[in-house]
């Protein structure tokens, strides 16, 4: 098994930044690309970003309307995952969730993700 857990999620106003953190622990041999997704009230679980292990480097990937403004990225030391997201918009206001996958099947599919965190909420005030 694989355990999750977010960090960094909180207040703020648009225009600001944060930055979250999800540390994974457990048996994570095998995880090689892990997620974000955030779910708004009344609303799907949405993908926002992935980061696949490739040797020592890494690919990264983004839904459309975070490009250039959220950066993926881990540190091996502390098996963890960041998703820094900076210019927050109100409509980036969702339970931000991180997910890990052992398998195949495509980085934007929730499906595709064995394990999950609880989730942390961003809020965003205009």
């Known amino acids: 098994q694989v355990q999750l857990v977010e960090s960094g999620g909180g207040l703020v106003q648009a225009g600001g930044s944060l930055r979250l953190s999800c540390a994974a622990s457990?048996?994570?041999?095998?995880?090689?690309?892990m997620g974000w997704f955030r779910q708004a009230p009344g609303k799907e679980r949405d993908f926002v970003a992935a980061?696949?292990?490739?040797?020592?480097?890494?690919?990264?990937y983004y839904t459309d309307s975070v490009k250039g403004l959220f950066t993926i990225s881990r540190d091996d030391a502390k098996n963890t995952v960041y998703l820094q997201m900076n210019s927050l918009k109100p409509e980036d206001t969702a339970v931000y969730y991180c997910?890990?996958?052992?398998?195949?099947?495509?980085?934007?599919?929730?499906?595709?993700?064995?394990?999950w965190g609880q989730g942390t909420q961003v809020t965003v005030s205009s």
């Open positions: 997910a890990a996958r052992r398998g195949i099947g495509s980085l934007y599919a929730s499906r595709s993700y064995d394990y």
């Open positions: 457990g048996r994570t041999f095998g995880i090689y690309a």
């Open positions: 980061i696949q292990w490739r040797g020592s480097d890494s690919a990264t």
